[in-house]
């Protein structure tokens, strides 16, 4: 097996221990597990092995690695400022919490997004420690109209059984279910209806979600109707069919477009990134000598373009016009000059000149420095992103 690999299982190994150590202790010894509810506890635990798997060998990915570390430095290096706080409390609130990314992608979508996310979030906080008994309710004894609320085997807070705050707990689920429908709903109607979703979509990877999340919560719903208003009608069979589109969800949600709710709190560390290269030094572009990146943004692509086996060293000095520094890497060229370079040595290549392709502008003075390519269509910054489009517009 491959180092990868083998570090991924291992890592896959102890999640799904620890986990299985923090159900026998948080459900003292059992005493609390419900025996009904051990195939989605085992469901669980498989999603634990294989989310825990496909994340580490994610990480060790040089790209996402390097992320991952520069994130955690940007938030924590050289002491906890207020300044990196606010911007990663910020970033948080605003990428994570809200889903602002998705939201300027359109406003349908976002919504429908968010209420994906957050229906799916409330029910696994509500489902998962009734699963694996850490969490039940409990009638107080000389009082059969009262519950009290035991975590981990604590008593914390009692309540009546026909109080709102009762109502809100014993029907959270149902909450969940209609929150992830109206957001599924709104996403089956963009696939639906928009012409560009519809060329990419596929049935795996954005439908098969969808319609998970659907039967999860319609089944669920079901179960609800079942006890609440036909006395118990059809529950076994019911509560048989939850069980399998559940137990088949957590099946399927390491292989699948869901896994990205995992990767997307590691990818706020981007976001950080971002803001810490704007706030430092810039690169000059060695052909013209405009900012284009930020310094450490460049060194980092010469190291995991090296480390993915890629090769752009230009050992070549620069000719005269670019002021006779060195090239020494691609990457220290500006994405104007790249394309201008491409350009020139087509142009080149089809008056017959043979050769290497220099970097320069033909005919220019030394050691005059080439202007920057401009681009003249006026479409600059108007992409759905704002100012990440003006930022890194680069046609």
């Known amino acids: 097996m491959p180092p990868v690999m083998l570090k991924a299982a291992l890592w896959g190994l102890l999640m799904t221990a620890a986990l299985g150590g923090l159900i ?8 609390h597990f419900d025996a ?19 994340y580490v060998v994610w990480l060790q990915r040089p790209p996402t690695r390097l992320y991952w ?10 002491g906890l400022a207020p300044r990196r706080l606010a911007r990663g409390v910020s970033r948080f609130g605003a990428d994570l919490v809200l889903n602002r990314f998705i939201f300027k992608r359109g406003a349908m979508r976002g919504l429908a997004h968010l209420c994906i996310m957050w229906g799916s979030l409330l029910a696994a906080a509500i489902t998962f420690p009734l699963v694996f008994g850490w969490l039940h309710f409990a009638p107080v004894p000389d009082d059969l109209t009262r519950y ?9 807070f009692t309540f009546p059984v026909d109080s709102l705050v009762g109502f809100l707990l014993f029907h959270g689920l149902v909450w969940a279910s209609f929150i992830v429908i109206a957001g599924v709903m709104l996403a089956m109607r963009r696939r639906m209806r928009e012409g560009g979703a519809a060329a990419l979509q596929r049935f795996g990877e954005d439908f098969l979600p969808l319609f998970l999340l659907f039967a999860v919560s319609v089944t669920g719903l079901m179960l609800t109707a079942s006890y609440t208003w ?13 069980a399998i ?5 957590f099946l399927w949600l390491p292989f699948g477009k869901l896994f ?3 990767q997307r709190p590691a990818q706020l560390g981007v976001g950080l990134y971002k803001d810490l290269g704007r706030d430092g030094p810039h690169a000059a572009c060695r052909r013209c000598g405009a900012a284009f990146t930020s310094l450490a943004h460049v060194h980092d692509l010469i190291t995991v373009s090296a480390e993915l086996g890629y090769d752009y060293r230009m050992p070549d000095p620069a000719p005269p016009s670019a002021g006779g520094a060195s ?9 104007p000059c790249r394309r201008t370079s491409l350009a020139l040595a087509q142009s080149r290549r089809w008056a017959g000149v043979r050769g290497g392709t220099s970097l320069a502008v033909p005919g220019a003075t030394p050691p005059t420095r080439p202007p920057t390519p401009r681009y003249a269509n006026p479409s600059r910054g108007e992409g759905p992103l704002g100012d990440e489009d003006a930022t890194n517009f680069h046609p």
């Open 24 to 31: 026998v202790l948080g459900s003292r010894n059992l005493a």
């Open 36 to 54: 009904a509810l051990v195939a989605y506890t085992f469901a669980i635990l498989f999603a634990t092995f294989g989310l825990t798997y496909r």
């Open 69 to 78: 570390r520069r994130g955690w430095r940007a938030m924590f290096s050289h």
């Open 148 to 156: 009290t609320a035991v975590v981990f085997g604590f008593d914390t």
């Open 230 to 242: 036909m006395k118990g009608a059809g529950y076994d069979f019911i509560a048989i069919l939850h």
């Open 245 to 249: 589109t559940v137990i088949a969800t």
């Open 260 to 262: 990205h709710v995992f």
């Open 327 to 335: 090239v020494e890497h691609y990457q220290w060229i500006c994405p």
